[in-house]
């Protein structure tokens, strides 16, 4: 149990209070409209796509494990995170509540039995 | 100010617990190997990126918090953040932390003097 | 053998002047500067990427191969190709004289003994 | 005129085969499945994406027609076109005939008048 601000406790509003200082600091918002940071997270997704295209589906566990590769794909996440982060931000959504949002979706579009098994939407 | 329990009390730390169910209900980690997720991250960005392809760089704020787009936009980051966080937690790395520490070596990459208002990273 | 002329009998300047009259047909030069086409690109390339996803190695062949998906599987390739076309026209820049030259940097790049079995770019 | 082979003048052609024997002679079919052709397809569009990520609209036509980045774009875009005509010869899909039957299905999803102006589908 910890006593936290509400606010500042959040270890995500810390960080997105943390990028928004970065690029403040750097006079990058001029850069950053919403549209050219999707662009920056397409790009950022491509690399990290750029890691795994030859990695075999059965061998990308341990392959993403191995000390070697794991920092660099780390690195890779963490861009496609701080791009998508900034770009939230810029429109004026939360990350987590994007997400939870877009679960409750999913859990209407991807009933539990009939989707068992079937990754892919159920065409009705 | 609130007492929160330190882990259950974490936004972040509680979607991840969702998502991680969600998915389990469905049988889906057969699936959801690093390499699948991250080519489903891809597609979901690329959908993002539909949404804004025809959107000129000076209308895309306004565009973007048009009640009309907002919603759709917010859907679409969301599928990206699913895919995001479920890698991530595929591979044992937590979300903030890949950010945190990737916003580190872009202070080292991008120093604030150099790089006001040049959103490329310099060449040395 | 067939006698054809140079330009008019190219298959690929044929579909290139088509793709170019439907857009001007439809007063679309207006959208499609190159960073709209690119954004375009990409999205599309997104819409391939999310047919595969869930398809493992092993199986991707066949599974393009068979009639349920394979004309699918063409359309979201065929969207690429009109993009990327679209794109090159934009920028002055003929489709094969852009791969024949990232062709020949690669034979360099990618020496044919060392590079034998290895797909990734050989450290030196 | 010129007097060609139907097939082995065509440039397409001829660039396919020059690939095919690339990829031979790195013993590189092992890797170059439908799905991992794909995602060297997405990430090869990522990096041309990043290009035009910080370029804006207006600015995008000229950027691209100057001699510094033509070049690195053309090559870019080289990568892309590897990619996708690997993907597709793999799949045993000919690209001409990939973009011509799509440019079919957008005259009729895009009619003319009404598709005027309009880069979007149109909702009936």
Chains 1, 2, 3, 4 share one sequence.
Do not use: C
């Amino acid at each position: 149990m910890k006593i936290v601000d509400d606010t500042s406790g959040d270890r995500l509003t810390a960080i997105v209070n943390d990028l928004r200082d970065f690029v403040r600091e750097r006079d990058w918002e001029q850069f950053h409209d919403p549209k050219n940071l999707v662009m920056a997270l397409v790009s950022e997704a491509g690399e990290l796509a750029a890691e795994y295209r030859w990695v075999p589906n059965d061998a990308s566990d341990s392959w993403s494990h191995d000390p070697d590769n794991r920092e660099r794909i780390a690195g890779e996440a963490g861009d496609v995170g701080i791009a998508l982060l900034l770009f939230l931000d810029r429109i004026g959504v939360d990350f987590v509540e994007a997400v939870r949002a877009k679960l409750e979706v999913n859990r209407v579009n991807y009933p539990q039995g009939p989707s068992r098994g079937k990754p892919d939407r159920l065409r009705t």
